[in-house]
């Protein structure tokens, strides 16, 4: 079936380095997708969102890269910092602006546990 | 609070035991959603309301969990006769409206824990 999947299941790096922790799509239909941040104990903590019209979306220390050509979605943070230490998902959703989409039905990956070293 | 709240934060139930969640949405969000994660795993959807109708529940696993939301606001996820495969973080989360879009997005509570012994 059509689903979202990571690259890279764990990813450790230094305090201060930037860190990429990439996402494959397969659904084309596809047109919304979210980062979201789940530290031990708590709930997934939205981070940053991007629309299919878009490749690229920056946050703060965050930036969000969409390649719709692969199917492949990245979030990057600069400078890396030990509160960043968590799980990152991807989540896709599709129906952008109808209702007849898959609205709440988000479908996440299975997570990227990053581990920031001091 | 300003977040969305869940309780119990843990629950252990005992095989074939009735359980409740409970989940009070941010105010004034329209849309509510329910999902279930499982150790090491992500977030999986269960269910989505819109105000008190129940849009979507195909994600629910079983006839043995129901969901309502009688007015709008706080929405109760039921699951009867627990199994062990229940055991799981049930994860609760509202949007200002629906569809998602940027302004729109899906913000989540800390979860019920539920373990079935």
Same mark, same amino acid.
């Given at each position: 079936g059509e689903s979202v999947g990571l690259h890279l299941p764990t990813l450790s790096v230094q305090e201060g380095d930037n860190s990429i922790i990439n996402c494959a799509y397969s659904n084309s239909a596809s047109d919304y997708f979210i980062w979201y941040k789940q530290e031990s104990g708590k709930g997934p903590q939205f981070i940053i969102d991007i629309r *299919?019209?878009?490749d690229k979306r920056q946050g703060q220390r965050v930036t969000v890269l969409l390649n719709k050509t692969v199917k492949h979605l990245s979030l990057q943070i600069a400078a890396t910092q030990p509160g960043d230490s968590a799980v990152y998902f991807c989540a896709e959703n599709w129906g952008l602006g109808g209702y007849g989409g898959s609205q709440g039905n988000l479908i996440f990956g299975k997570g990227t546990k990053l581990s920031v070293k001091p | &609070?300003? +977040?969305v709240s869940q309780s119990p934060r843990y629950k252990v139930a005992k095989r074939g035991q009735d359980v409740a969640l409970r989940c009070d949405p941010i105010s004034g969000h329209v849309s509510l959603f329910w999902y279930q994660q499982a150790l &090491?795993? +992500?977030p999986e959807f269960l269910t989505y309301f819109q105000n008190e109708a129940q849009l979507d529940k195909s994600g629910l696993p079983s006839d043995r969990f129901f969901a309502e939301r009688p007015e709008g606001s706080v929405s109760t996820l039921k699951i009867q006769r627990t199994q062990q495969e229940d055991s799981a973080v049930y994860l609760c989360a509202s949007s200002l409206d629906s569809p998602l879009n940027s302004g729109n997005t899906i913000y989540f509570g800390? &979860? *019920?824990?539920?373990t079935v012994v």
């Open positions: *299919s019209n878009m | &609070g300003a +977040g &090491g795993q +992500g800390e &979860g *019920s824990w539920l």
